[in-house]
């Protein structure tokens, strides 16, 4: 968001021309109707707006397909634009099964759980109501630092507080509810 960039969410299904329209659609222009088509739309649009990357995530998904990672390298080498792809855990492995595609890749991040010092930046950035520190933490603890467990928690936080009326919210406001969807945990503590 701070950097304009267009992202898409690899699906299943996706075939070149499915990633294609979603692409243009994304970039807020009228998909013509053959991949090639497509394929120059959003090529011109990147050309023009110099320094725009591409975010595609659970690049997993279209691996299945080779054209549709061959797609994505063309845009990539004719536009010279950055293209940022996310997969879950052993997608570089896949990855490096098309050497001529992984050759192309500059840089890998791995991620990990996150800190609790992220669980409380994403409470602040995230929730529409303050979370006080020691939900924070227990939220932190029983996600494990998974991100979609702590975004998951926040949503029931925010649902309690707002039902509650609160403008921030405690461990003790949680009325010992679990706040993950592991069934082991409860807003008691971790």
């Known amino acids: 968001v701070q950097h304009n960039a267009v992202f ?23 998909p013509a109707r053959l991949s090639e088509n497509m394929l120059e739309q959003a090529g011109k ?5 110099n320094g725009q990357a591409l975010i595609i995530d659970e690049i997993d998904h279209a691996l299945h397909d080779i054209r549709v990672l061959e797609s994505i390298r063309d845009l990539s080498d004719w536009t010279e634009i950055t293209v940022i792809i996310g997969g879950m855990q052993g997608v570089e492995r896949k990855l490096r099964r098309h050497p001529h595609i992984y050759s192309r890749i500059a840089d890998v991040c791995r991620f990990g759980p996150a800190s609790l010092a992220d669980t409380k930046a994403m409470c602040e950035a995230v929730c529409e109501v303050a979370v006080a520190d020691d939900l924070a933490a227990v939220m932190h603890e029983q ?3 998974y991100f979609r467990e702590i975004c998951n928690a926040m949503a029931l936080v925010e649902r309690t507080a707002k039902r509650k009326k609160l403008a921030l919210i405690s461990l003790a406001d949680m009325d010992g509810r679990r706040l993950t969807n592991d069934g082991r945990s409860t807003a008691r503590g971790a």
Do not use: D, I, S, Y
């Open 143 to 145: 996600a494990g630092g």
């Open 8 to 30: 898409l969410r690899a699906k299943a299904a996706w075939k070149v021309n499915w990633m294609l329209r979603e692409l243009v659609t994304e970039l807020g222009e009228q």
């Open 45 to 49: 649009h990147f050309a023009t707006n």
